[in-house]
């Protein structure tokens, strides 16, 4: 019913920046998307929370990504953003995004197939 598809991922420079984008195909009747979020997953450790935001486009962040990346969403392209700036090497990781979707049934959640950064020299 939804299909979340991420892009932006990449090679970076430590410093540099990267912008992800998530896109929400909808393919049924849903009520609403709802809470949306960013994780991420490093090689060989576990899935993390990153950021989320509301349909109200109240925000959440990280200890480790507060006041480098910035959350946002336009509701009326079904798409959510990352702005990563300052990037370190330890943000390195496949990136994906999530959202929770109400129907008048049910709610579930829907990820995205993720995108990998990379930030090295």
């Known amino acids: 019913q939804v299909r979340l598809v991420g892009s932006g991922g990449g090679l970076v420079q430590p410093g540099g920046s990267l912008r992800l984008s998530c896109a929400a195909s909808?393919?049924?009747?849903?009520?609403?998307?709802?809470?949306m979020a960013w994780y991420r997953q490093a090689p060989g450790k576990q899935r993390e929370l990153v950021a989320t935001i509301t349909p109200s486009e109240r925000t959440n962040y990280a200890d480790s990504v507060k006041g480098r990346f910035a959350i946002s969403r336009d509701n009326a392209k079904n798409t959510m953003y990352l702005q990563m700036n300052s990037l370190k090497p330890e943000d390195t990781s496949v990136y994906y995004c999530n959202a929770a979707i109400a129907t008048a049934i049910t709610t579930f959640a829907v990820w995205g197939q993720g995108t990998l950064v990379t930030v090295s020299e």
């Open positions: 909808v393919f049924g009747d849903i009520l609403s998307i709802n809470q």
